[in-house]
């Protein structure tokens, strides 16, 4: 007698073994009763129930591929989804669960997880269970795919997995690993601990500090790298400009005499929760040179004229999120008195750095070939910082 193709058993030979976690929704699509599900989930049987509604089609431990394909299930998820469907029905993985797959040194690996966090719209109605617990976002982070499951930005996951723990070293590990391993600057970091309203906690203030000089570590080790790698002329590393016998004109990261043309990283840590460009400018773009690509501006004054704060500071970020104002002011004040004795200073961020190197050296090449043309600079003394 041939096999019904609509029966259970024909349903565990026919599907593949990645594909062995289906919702009971799937479940009936494929002609499978509710009643023959609860019998095959008895103790003893050949599936078993992960979470509600959720089944596992073998017996045993789940793997921890398993455990995420159920929980983002649960938590909604179209299978076939690429990227957000709207609707309310997106989940992707976040967390330590999504740190372990961005591949966290400092977080355990899966198996050794108890727990599973997965982010979801705030109009999700949905409780934790079992080993899932559930995250809410008023707007999803577009997820990446990671071992071919959608994973919340390392930023995002940060924010979800601190938000849980009280352990500063823990918090410190996890927040400086971010920016050391490459995943993303500490201003994204901020970002995200900001909009959580995390910050103020104690176990992340004190983390903070060694968030921002990782950054710093890895921007100075990035430029280096820019400077040889783009066959940039050397300039010298680290110094302080002063006029001879005058007060002190202030540090630089890099600075070419021949040219003179001083380069600084951007010391701000970036813009508040909400304002993804400071001053109507673009956020990290370098000061004093143009590319004919239109992508890089120059770097406009926020202290201009156009966009001076009036005394009410309706046209500033709130000093408390932006945390960056009087930075900012001694970086304008700095370039303004390089800029009267001839000087051009240029400002990069830590992410152009990163992301954008080829562009950052050709903003540099070419405030070197256009110094060519300008007025000799005023002699101004070179010390080590």
């Known amino acids: 007698m041939k096999a019904n193709p609509r029966t259970p058993h024909a349903l565990d030979r026919r599907l593949p073994a990645e594909q062995r976690v289906l919702t009971l929704h799937q479940l009936r699509d494929h002609g499978v009763s509710a009643a023959s599900v609860a019998a095959r989930c008895r103790p003893g049987g050949p599936w078993q129930q992960l979470l509600p509604q959720v089944y596992l089609l073998h017996p045993g431990r789940p793997s921890s591929q398993e455990r995420l394909q159920a929980a983002l299930l649960y938590a909604g998820r179209d299978p076939h989804a690429h990227g957000p469907r709207g609707g309310g029905r997106e989940a992707m993985v976040t967390g330590l669960a999504a740190l372990a797959l961005h591949r966290f040194s400092c977080v355990p690996p899966l198996p050794g997880l108890p727990r599973i966090d997965v982010l979801v719209p705030h109009q999700r109605r949905l409780r934790d269970a079992g080993e899932v617990s559930i995250h809410r976002a008023g707007t999803l982070p577009r997820p990446q795919e990671v071992t071919g499951l959608p994973c919340a930005p390392v930023p995002r996951a940060l924010a979800d997995a601190v938000a849980d723990l009280d352990d500063t070293e823990t918090v410190r590990r996890l927040l400086t690993e971010a920016v050391r391993g490459g995943h993303c600057d500490a201003a994204a970091v901020l970002h995200e601990l900001a909009g959580a309203g995390l910050l103020e906690r104690p176990q992340v203030a004190a983390a903070v500090g ?175 910082h």
């Open 210 to 384: 060694a968030l921002r000089r990782a950054d710093r570590t890895m921007a100075e080790q990035r430029l280096y790298a820019m400077v040889r790698g783009q066959q940039l002329p050397d300039p010298v590393w680290n110094v302080e400009l002063r006029l001879p016998g005058g007060p002190p004109l202030g540090p630089v990261d890099a600075y070419w005499p021949e040219h003179a043309v001083a380069l600084a990283i951007d010391p701000r840590t970036g813009p508040p929760p909400g304002v993804p460009y400071a001053y109507g400018t673009p956020y990290g773009t370098p000061y004093g040179a143009a590319t004919d690509d239109g992508v890089d501006d120059v770097y406009a004054d926020p202290f201009g004229d156009d966009a001076h704060p009036d005394e009410g500071g309706e046209n500033r970020a709130p000093a408390a999120d932006f945390g960056d104002d009087e930075v900012w002011s001694r970086c304008v004040r700095q370039r303004e008195r390089l800029e009267a004795l001839g000087i051009t200073l240029l400002h990069v961020t830590p992410a152009k750095l990163r992301d954008a190197v080829e562009q950052q050296a050709a903003v540099v090449r070419t405030a070197l070939v256009a110094a060519a043309d300008q007025l000799p600079a005023a002699y101004v003394v070179v010390l080590p």
